[in-house]
């Protein structure tokens, strides 16, 4: 018979997390929410007042539910916290409801927001679905506007439509410690918009979330010079031609992140600092966008053409496809790409103004590539391109002379991009099913990517067969760069481990 081991923690079977130093202790406790902070108390005598020395106060109402009585259990165990801890030294709040529970926390909220503010708060979270049907503003007390401890401050959250808030700023607004600011709003104000951004002197992160209105013209005035970080998602209740503007005037900025689906203009002042971007514009305009709206896009590459990582949507580049105002400006600092393919012709005008780009990846596109949108490439007549090299792409798609599948146009020629022949190392192409247009894209980047290291094909949904026969058609392509090793990989199965390697 097997021997039943006994299993001791520690020795004499102490209690080591209770032996731990109370500093300790209190850090820990502030990772919980606040109302499982205080239950700790009926662990020992040690723990009945610990909780209250926590500096995080975290509640989540959204299980508590009027009819029930919890919320009123609730709002009463809110109260009693700020009576028995201790009111100074307040480092973070963060209060979450639903709409339907407001109608009564609001009752409560000015004067736990007076108490956090009193107590030196440096992280204020806010997710309240304050607005509702009817888009009621959120009202916060004077001091809130002036407070100087604010580090951190997120207003409105991840409740959806609801959870945007109305913000009317006072006279006076001053920020003077805020550095990272998370902002959901509904019809914002011009106050807001040219006003609290200018107001916050240290602010490095602002993340911007507005359902914007379709009848008043919005501008945002976004000119902070120690911004490192910014993101905007921008919406609109109804379809309109009103034309909103972004100012942007950041010197340090770093990182830029852009979800807008009205296309708005956008003026990108000092932004040579600038690593990172993603862009993904246009999404309500598909298929109605005149030249003059598209051309917006233009001018917001023009204005971040400093970067040196950038990704594209393909509703970003399916708006390309509607502008016409070909700026000459160039990605001087461009190394890395990532963007879906929508036309060959616009994929190549924007690849020739990147110069010096070493990575592109091809994301998913299940529309693929439209070969009938054959637009003449600018500035390409009698095979002069400011110097690029005249080796040219020859369509497939037109054979036995049929040029009707190119809308009566003969297939075009186009110049290799120069980057493909000095510095294009690695590309990737996502979520290949092996249509015929990504076999094109394979076949032309083996043809003419003098400098390429690698090629990366990841499957999707392809069988066993398809990926025998797709190894088969790529031994047969063409290669110019004699180092190029090519990666095919399937998903979901071992995504990380090439199937097979040539």
Not at 39 to 62: C, E, M, Q, Y
Not at 80 to 101: E, G, K, M, N, Y
Not at 383 to 389: A, I
Request: aromatic fraction near 10%; glycine fraction near 6%; proline fraction near 5%.
């Amino acid at each position: 018979m097997e021997k039943k081991r006994n299993i001791k923690i520690g020795e004499g079977n102490e209690d080591r997390i209770s032996n731990l130093p109370d500093p300790i202790l209190v850090d820990i406790l502030s990772l919980l929410e606040t109302k499982y902070a205080v239950r700790t108390g009926v662990l020992s005598t040690k723990w009945k007042h610990l909780w209250a020395s926590v500096p995080n106060l975290i509640f989540d109402l959204r299980d508590m539910y009027p009819e029930t009585g919890g919320l009123l259990k609730s709002i009463f165990f809110i109260n009693s916290v700020f009576v028995f801890r201790d009111p100074l030294h307040i480092r973070r709040f963060s209060l979450t409801c639903r709409h339907a529970q407001w109608r009564i926390v609001s009752d409560f909220f000015n004067a736990w927001m007076t108490a956090v503010l009193r107590g030196g708060v440096q992280e204020l979270h806010i997710d309240v679905p304050v607005g509702g049907p009817d888009h009621r503003p959120l009202h916060l007390p004077p001091i809130f506007f002036t407070c100087e401890t604010l580090v951190d401050l997120k207003l409105g959250g991840e409740g959806g439509y609801f959870s945007r808030v109305v913000l009317n700023l006072p006279n006076w607004v001053h920020f003077p410690n805020l550095k990272r600011l998370s902002l959901k709003v509904y019809n914002p104000s011009d106050d807001l918009t040219k006003r609290l951004f200018t107001s916050c002197p240290l602010l490095e992160s602002l993340s911007i979330d507005a359902v914007l209105p379709y009848n008043r013209e919005v501008i945002f005035n976004i000119t902070a010079h120690t911004l490192k970080d910014l993101t905007m998602v921008l919406t609109s209740d109804k379809f309109d031609d009103c034309k909103h503007k972004v100012v942007v005037d950041a010197p340090f900025l770093e990182n830029f992140c852009i979800e807008d689906d009205l296309l708005a203009c956008y003026s990108m002042k000092n932004s040579s600092s600038l690593v990172k971007a993603f862009i993904d514009v246009g999404e309500r305009f598909i298929g109605t966008l005149g030249n003059d709206r598209a051309n917006y896009l233009f001018e917001l590459l023009r204005g971040i053409s400093g970067v040196k990582s950038l990704r594209l949507s393909d509703h970003t580049m399916r708006a390309l496809e509607y502008a016409d105002n070909y700026g000459p400006f160039i990605f001087p600092n461009l190394i890395r790409l990532e963007l879906s393919v929508t036309s060959w012709s616009r994929l190549l005008d924007l690849l020739e103004r990147i110069p010096h780009l070493e990575s592109l990846r091809f994301l998913k596109n299940d529309g693929g590539i439209d070969a009938n949108m054959k637009v003449e490439v600018s500035g390409a007549e009698n095979g002069d391109r400011n110097g690029y090299s005249d080796q040219i792409l020859a369509f497939s798609g037109a054979e036995n002379g049929d040029q009707n599948e190119y809308c009566g146009h003969s297939p075009q020629a186009f110049v290799v991009p120069c980057c493909l022949l000095s510095h294009l190392k690695l590309i990737k192409v996502d979520a290949f099913t092996g249509r015929e247009d990504q076999l094109q894209l394979v076949k032309y980047f083996l043809k003419n990517a003098k400098r390429l290291n690698k090629l990366i094909i990841v499957c999707e949904d392809l069988a066993s067969d398809a990926g025998v026969d797709f190894h088969t058609k790529l031994l047969m392509f063409p290669r110019v760069s004699e180092t190029c090793q090519i990666e095919f990989y399937r998903l979901p199965a071992h995504p990380f481990r090439p199937i097979l390697r040539f």
